[in-house]
């Protein structure tokens, strides 16, 4: 009998065993990403569309083998867009499955909060379309990725545009803009590109802020009536950008004068908007339409109830569309890694590293993943974590956007290069970093 139950003993141990081993397996041909996200809060319309953007990229890779055999993993923890959650939540993630490669937290306040932590533990983080905007330099910042577009150079973008559209950039002397912006981190990081265009083209920046969540704008429009603004400059996020544009529409501010921040130009600023935000325009690092990867998504996750929003009518949005952007970028990042460092591996967080600072999303590859002119061609290097730093600008027409910029817009690169140097220099200082390109 005790031969008998040491019999059993040893299989149930050497059954386990294959198990775990099956298991370790697994894990070990999987890519896992840490995703500290809001899906509930004031903001769950903007992190829902790009979290649920960006895992339905995953899936559809997953579905066609992964990269190069290895599936992607995720783990999602719930932040309701605060700072100190987004923190804890970082904490949380980063040991889970053998350890993160890679985070995304679509929050200035939360990248900043964990912008020190991220150089620490070798684990690259993105900032697509917001963050710090001095972390474009890599020599500073080896581990942070201000994809796309950033704060400055969507600012420059900004005033470049207005001024061609005022007929010259000279044009602009002697005219107001208004800085309508969420009393944030992120409503403050344009600051420094746009006070130093106003003092080079003379034009008058008038800074009004809004405290978050902005559903009380009545003394600021008092403002921006007195100051009988040429521009308006929307830097919203939330339940501030329907707010400001119907508000608007009460004062009698035509909203073609008003230009939103990418973060307050979705279908969820405008629709709920109704009629008041007709010829309202925003900036964007998407292109308005549709393509072939958003009909792989329908057709081979949402047909078979395996999409990630409840609503199907949300992909293709605008905030959807900028998931998958993120979804491509870092699966191109892995891809770009693994031909370094060995193909059908999963990549550690220091390639991944490499891979986010090697990137060439170019139109090719853009064809390939199908979504050739969805999003700016993208190539990083050491001295370049952006990567482009073009935008668009898009106008809803009271059903859906519409780019009115055919061509990509960049704006005065000289000059945002120039204070993302002396920005990330001052840093450098005081962290006692030596810039160096890491290897």
Known sequence: ?????????????????????????????????????????????????????????????????????????????????????????????????????????????????????????????????????????????????????????????????????????????????????????????????????????????VKIPVAPPGSEQQSQWLQIRQAKPDHVILWGWGVMNSVAIKTAQRNGFPRDKMLGVWWAGSEEDTIPSGDAAKGYTAMTFNTPGNYPVLDDIRKKLYASGKGNLSDQSRVGSVYHMRGVTAGILWVEAIRVAQEKFGKGKPVTGEQMRWGLENLNVDDARQKAVGALGMFPTVKTSCDDHEGSGAVKVQQWDGKKWTAITPKWIVGDKALVRKLVDESSGKYAEEKKITPACMK
């Not at 649920?52 to 992964?66: C, E, R, T």
């Not at 987004?86 to 909060?113: D, F, N, P």
């Open 1 to 205: 009998m005790k031969h008998i139950k040491s019999l059993m003993l040893a299989a149930a141990i050497a059954s386990a065993a294959l198990t775990m081993a099956g298991s370790a397996q697994a894990q070990d041909k999987e890519q896992y990403i840490a995703l500290p996200s809001y899906r509930v809060g004031p903001y769950a319309a903007g992190g829902s569309g790009f979290y649920g953007g960006a895992i339905d990229y995953f899936n559809l890779v997953n579905q066609a083998g992964g990269v190069n055999g290895v599936k992607i993993s995720w783990e999602e923890c719930e932040t309701e867009y605060n700072p100190s959650r987004g923190v804890e939540c970082y904490e949380r993630l980063k040991t889970k499955q053998g350890g993160a490669t890679l985070v995304e937290t679509l929050s200035t306040g939360v990248a900043y909060g964990i912008l020190d932590r991220v150089a620490q533990d070798k684990i690259p983080m993105t900032m697509i379309g917001y963050g710090r905007s001095d972390a474009a330099n890599g020599k500073v910042f080896p581990y942070v990725y201000p994809l796309i577009s950033s704060y400055w150079s969507q600012a420059a973008a900004m005033i470049k545009y207005l001024g061609d559209k005022d007929g010259g950039m000279d044009k602009l002397k002697g005219k107001k803009i208004v800085h309508l912006y969420h009393d944030s981190a992120f409503g403050k990081e344009p600051l420094p590109v746009l006070e130093a265009l106003s003092k080079q083209y003379g034009f008058e920046l």
